[in-house]
Structure formats: C-alpha cells, structure tokens
C-alpha cells in the first residue's frame, strides 16, 4: 500500500558505509575522558574551527538574536514573514557574500537567488526543474554519497558517472566527460546536464580553468545544463584560488547566447560558516523560468524567518566576514597540514588538495587485492579495529579501491592527534606482510603515471605531483 | 530544455483567484491612515490575534531566544544539529500539546513524529510516501486551494474530488465518497486514500463522529489511506468540541488491524501559535515503514535548529500553552461573531462555525447567474470595486457557485469594521435591482433542502439550520 520510495530504500542510498559508519561512532563516541578508545568522527565535514568568532560576534549582536531593530521586537513581523521570496535583505547580504569568496571577480543579481531549506533541497529542487523522471545527469566519481538521495530519490532522474582516476589526480577532461555521455546514450538514458561539486566533494580541490572551459564547451555542443555545487567555496585555503562557473561563464565567448540560461550554481551557509543546523541552503540561476520554478519549489522548504533574520544582520557586517573568512581559512589550512603530514609519518600520501574540510586519502597500499571488498575489508578494520570513521571511496562512487575521505575540521587538534596515533598504529599493525605486500603491489601495478600516486613517494612530491 | 513543472504551471495553480487577490492586495494594501482605501485582506488565513501573549513569554524568557541555558551559551550544539529526526525535547513537548488540543482523549508517542519545514512540506511527503505518479487521492470539497500544489505538483499524485454540498452543510457522507471512488476508477486512477482536513479550510466546522466513522470505514472498505491534515485544531472555539481521527481510530472496532497502519495525521505550528513564518509541521503516522521513509525525507525541509530551540522552551511552559489556547479561542470567537453579525447586518448569512481563522460565506444571492463565470465576476467586483481580497469557492474548488472564503483573525476589529461597511455598501450597490433578482432566483432554485441556505433567512435560522 505504500509507495516503491517509501517501502524500498535502495535510490536512497542509506546502507552505504558513509552512513553505517556514522551509526557505529553513534555507539560508541570517542570522547578524550569519558571514551577515550570510542570512535573518532573523520566522516563528517563538519567546519567546527571558528565557533568562537561566531559566539564573539553574538555577543556584540546581542539585540539580534533577541529579534529586536533599534529596541523594537521584529517578533510578529517574523512570525508572519513566509514569502517564498526570502528577506530582500538577506538576499542581498548573501549575493554579497558570494562575490566576497570570488574575489568580486563577478557580481550576483539577487533576483536570481533563490532560498531553500540547506543545499540538499537546492539540489533536488534543481533536479526538478531540470529533468524528467527517468532523465540523467552525470556526475565526475568521486563524490559526495547523499547526491543518490539528494537527486534521484523523489526525483527519479538518474545518475551516469563521469570516471575520473588517480592518474590525473581525478580532474574533469573532455574525454571522460564523452565517455560518460555515450554511456548514457547507450543506457538509453537523454543528459540533462552535468553536475559538479568545486571545490570537491570528497577531493578537497578546486576546479581548473581547463576544466572549466571543457565543461562549459561540453554544455554547449550537447545543449545541457551545468549545475555547480559551490557550498565549500569559503573553505578554499590554499592556491590556486577558488573560480567559480559564474567567472568562467563570464570569460566564455561562444554563439551560444543561451548558455548562460543552462547554468546554475548552489551554495549554502553549512559549510562556510559552519551552521548545517540552521539549514540555510540557495540556488542562483541564470536562468529566469528556473528562478521562478524554483521559488514555488521553496515552499517546501523554507528558511526559518528567525534564521533569516540572524543571518542578515551578522552578514551585513563586512568587517566581521571578512575577518571571519580569513581566519577560517587559516585554521582550516592548519588542520589540514597536521593531518596530511601525521599521514605522511605513517607512510600514507593524499592528493594534494587546497580546499574543503576532508582529504582524499590514497590507501591503495594497504589494501589486501586491487578491489572494493578489500576496501570494505580496510574500512571496517580502521573502523572497528582502530576506532575512526572515514568514509571509503566506495561511498563516493570512486572508480579505484583504496582511497578515503579523511575529514578534519569537525574534531579538536588534540583528537586530531589522537587519530594520527591510530593511524601509525593501524600501519604498525600490517607489519612486515605490509611492506612485503607493498612491494609486490607496487611493482604490480601497470600504468605508468599511477607510479606517482603510489606510496613510498615522498609527501611533497605527492601533493606537487598534479600541478 | 526544463521540466514540464518548470516550465508550465498548470498544476501549481498560481493563476487561481486565491492567489490573484494576494497579488492585488500587495499592489495596494490597506492601512488605516496612510492608504485607507487600499484593498484589505480577507484572503490570508493567518492568527495575529495573540502576538501580545507570546512577545510577553518571549519578555519573561529572554535567555531562550538569546540561545542560553542556565547561562549558557547553546549556540554551537544548535549551529551543528541537523539530525533530520528533530529534537527529541521539541518532539516531546509536540506531542503533549496535540494531546491537549484534544482534550487528552488520545496520546501520541514522539517515535511516530516527523519534523518538516511547515505542513505544506508534510502533505507533499505523505504523497510522495504513499502514491506513485498517476495514482490519486480523494479529497472533499471545498478544499484549500494550496493542495494543488502541494499534493500534487512535484508527486505527479493525481486530486479526485469528493462532492460535497450546501444541501448537508457541505458534510462528507458514505455516498459521496463511494461516488468520488467510482468516478476515480471511470478515470482509470487507482485510489490510494482520502485527504481531509479537519477542522475544515475553507468551512471552519469540524467532521462529527459519522463524518469520521464513515471515513474510516471507508478506508477500511477500499483498504486505503486517511490523512487527516488537523492543522487548525487548537482553533475550535465552539462547541462541538475537536473530534481528531486519532480519537475516531481509537474508539473503532474492526478485524481489519492494519487499518492504523493507512491512519496519518499532519499538524503545524503556523495557524494554532500564528507562526509560518518559523516553518514547523510534522506528520503522526501509525505506520512504522512511513515514519522512518518521512524521517528520511525530510532531510529536504528540516526545522531551523534556532527555531526548534526556542519552541521546545515555549510549549514546555504548560501554564503558558493552556492560558495562550484558551485565550486565543476566546479571541478568535469574538471576531468570528463580528463578523457573522455585520455581515447578517448586510443580509448575507454564512455557514455555521466553530472552528478556522474564516468563515464561509454564502453569497449565492448576489450572482447574477448561478455559474462560476457570475461567482468570478462578484469576487472581482468584490476585490477592484470594493476593496476586500476575499477567496470565491470556485478556488478551493467548490462545486456551487456563489460562496466565499472571509478571513478574520490577520486583521484588528477596527479594519474588520472597515470590511463590514464595504460589505454594506456592496450589497446597497445591487439596489433595487437585487431585491428584484433574489426573488427570481430564489424561487428559480428547486432543491427544497437548499431553500435554508438562501437568504433571506435569519441569520440564527441560518446559523443553526445544520445542527
């Protein structure tokens, strides 16, 4: 009597070891006293590093959390306040706010903003608009595990992956993206569009002008949309600097006048300031029939008026972002660099990366055969046999065994090193069938340009090999 | 290159009157000084009427909305909590004060509720967990006009009226349900269930005990779902008192013992605390398969963590919650009696009420042909020519023509006085003449049940010919 969504749970993607890892660390929590040999969170990219420029500014701000404007309650005003377009002042902080991440190399229309309950409503929201029941859009592999929820659950559009390997550092190129064109094509499935995450979710990168320009050329030949998830661009660290598809779209020149009616960015405040619970997410399109399909769509999810409020206020306050982002940025870049070089001591390399609260781990090494049950095998014995949750690449729908998502921002630095302990110990563990295995799969390997992404290379050749 | 809903509105019905009046009233709002002539707002069924109570609980309990407690600050743990299923605390103290909203007859367990962003989010979830694309759902009418878009929109779920008529009071009988499922079969539609909302909107009555029994035989019978939408259930400010479903399924005796299994209840904090602008709905489901698929889904409108906060606090003040209800009923019958007696004044009677922010208004009389196309021409000579946004039944898909949605509790008793002169002088534009077509009409009309519903009834006469 219910529904194939309701009954059966397969396109939700909840049996997946990103979610069943979560479970086991709900079980059994580390905390530094009370469980200490509990598991540690390293799957959830959670940015946990700046709540105190928050609180500071709270206490500041005190009136805006008590709902008042110049001592009056704004309390019934935002009681009644459901207009699906979303407070004109904060649309226009946020639009402010994203030209800010980029560097104001572009500007946003706040008529083109349109708010939703987190980035996860963004996007099916998109899919919607976009696409009929039983239409695809691809994907570049890895990426982030909810998208089977997120795009294809309620929507019944479908997902071809776009393969992209460790030989290259998992970039986007013209070829894969044919590849995975035709292999839609032969699925008998029509291609909507092509969405990306950048920077990357689960890779921590940002993407290239290249392959950039290779998307969007990409879009033009096949007359399908470009839908860019920018929720990490506050997080970008490092160089290269962040660009977004809106610049890239900016410095296209083509006869395709309606490209631009093709693309289509989501952001969100969960990760950049750190709020997931206050479920602040937003679409911006260039393209006006989406705007104004998707702001219908937002009624079923809208943004709490009381949230709204908080947030346009502490947004309108420059010289707090702006020492907000800075000083979140560094923070992040420290965890990063302790995690990467505790990784480096026990022998395990990462791409390098300069985004995203997460590094994409190259476990290949440690893995008993070249497969996704070795993986799970790895996974399950750093999982319970080591206390840390790390979401394999498997979850992320990556074409090669024996990468990880090792997320950083969402624990302390002491944890931090708590973790990296468990790791030394976790490769301690394999012992001398661990350096004998290594050997064997090393020189097992054929491809030549793998030989870079493969232990024992130094970390700093490691992390430069892609640039 | 987008989706049919994208790109054409058809199921979304935006270009319903519902929506074209709030669309008029925008452009020129009343206001008592500086637009005094502007077009007042009947359309909207919101609850301003006790603001004053809850800005003076939010006075008592500043430290609620400031996000501390005992001192201190919450906001980390509140900024982090995206757990879709919600705050236990919050949930705790929601199912407490459905109880009290219904009389402590029924307890809910908070294991069978979902949290979602306001009760338009909850229905469409419902549909999405209990209909394919293509299969339907009977609802009676006159029913809320969002239902088009909420029901069916996004689902592909497809609306088959249940007629209801003045004849009865517009009550749902074994008849016309059976009537509803015949003509949904002649449509090759498979039904899943029976939506209603109870108390009614458009009606304000609440479904007695037959009304009910029928349904759930009903369901039982066809072995379908019932979802019950109770979201104006603190509103009943008359007798009868509520009678939810839950109290109806309690008291049901029947070997069919899934039936709790096809029983779900959707309720909100929009109408009964005045407050959509925060977007708090849920759904109660007996079922245990759709409470874990809803928990699911609604990862795609969770509740602001702020948000849950500061309710969880407020409805755990008991005394507050019974003083706040009782006083707020007490209110909103005040102004439901100014207005049924100014419009009694006016000559114009309505159908009797106990419950809503409106009442239903029978302005059959003043057609000038009994057709949707006189009800279109009336409610337009109502909004441009007099200056009251109210909704034609034709919106919520009333099968008479000639009746009307009239809120009253989102304006102050000064406005609604300001409403009723416009009435008046509504009705002395008829002149003669209408003196002249109401004795045409009235005696043109065949039925002999329908001969109380039409005026010149006394409005007591009127009031109680129901009951």
């Known amino acids: 009597m219910l529904s194939k969504k309701a009954s059966c749970d397969q396109s939700h993607g ?91 190399k572009v500007e946003f229309d706040p008529n083109k903003l349109v708010l939703s309950a987190g980035a996860t409503s963004a996007n099916e929201i998109l899919m919607f608009c976009l696409a009929e029941p039983g239409e695809a859009f691809l994907l570049p592999t890895p990426y982030y595990p909810g998208y089977d929820r997120d795009l294809k659950w309620r929507t019944g559009v479908e997902i071809v992956p776009i393969h992209c390997t460790s030989s290259n550092g998992f970039r986007i190129t ?15 499935l029509k291609v909507k569009g092509v969405l990306v995450t950048n920077p990357s979710n689960p890779l921590g990168t940002t993407m290239n002008r290249d392959e950039l320009n290779h998307l969007i050329d990409f879009a033009i ?53 750190g709020l997931p ?26 943004v709490s008026s009381q949230t709204q409020y908080f947030l ?3 947004l309108s306050d420059k010289k707090f972002t702006r020492k907000y982002v ?45 497969t996704f049950e070795a993986e799970k095998e790895l996974w399950k014995r750093i999982l319970f046999g080591f206390g840390l949750n790390i979401s ?19 624990i302390s630095q002491e944890t931090l090193q708590v973790a990296l302990r468990r790791v030394e110990a976790l490769v ?16 097992r390997r054929s491809r030549p340009s793998l030989s870079k992404w493969v232990l024992p290379l130094p970390y700093d050749d490691h992390e430069q090999a892609d640039r």
């Open 326 to 370: 800075k000083e979140t940025q560094k923070r992040i870049r420290k965890m990063k660099e302790m995690l990467v070089s505790g990784l480096r001591g026990a022998g395990i390399g990462c791409l390098k990366s300069n985004a995203g609260l997460f590094c994409w781990v190259d476990m290949r090494h440690l893995l008993s055969s070249d």
């Open 174 to 188: 013209a070829c894969a993206l044919e590849d995975a064109y035709q292999q839609a094509q032969k699925l008998n």
């Open 14 to 104: 909840q049996d997946s070891p990103y979610f069943l890892g979560w479970q086991e660390y709900e079980k059994n929590s580390y905390h530094e006293v009370q469980n200490s040999t509990g598991i540690i969170q390293m799957g959830l990219a959670e940015n946990q590093l700046s709540f105190d420029l928050l609180e500071s500014w709270l206490e500041s701000n005190s009136d805006v959390l008590a709902l008042e404007r110049k001592g009056r309650s704004v309390f019934r005003e935002l009681a009644l306040f459901q207009d699906y377009h979303g407070f004109p002042d904060l649309k226009n902080r946020l639009v402010e706010f994203m030209a800010k991440l980029r560097g104001y």
């Open 392 to 410: 394999p690449g498997s979850s992320c729908h990556c074409s090669e065994p024996g990468w990880f998502r090792v997320c950083f921002a969402n």
């Open 428 to 443: 301690e563990s394999f012992g001398d069938n661990f350096n004998h295995q290594r050997t064997v799969r090393n020189s």
């Open 312 to 314: 346009s206020n502490m």
């Open 221 to 273: 030949t096949k007359r399908i949309h470009v839908i860019s998830d920018e929720i990490y661009s506050g997080t970008v660290f490092d160089s290269p600097s962040f660009v977004s598809i809106a610049e890239a779209l900016m410095e296209t020149s083509t006869d395709d006048a309606d490209i631009c009616n093709r693309i289509h960015i989501v952001y969100s405040l969960s990760k950049d300031l």
């Open 277 to 302: 619970g206050f479920r602040v997410g937003m679409i911006y399109s260039y393209n006006e029939t989406v705007v104004a399909a998707a702001t219908k769509m937002s009624s079923f999810g809208l």
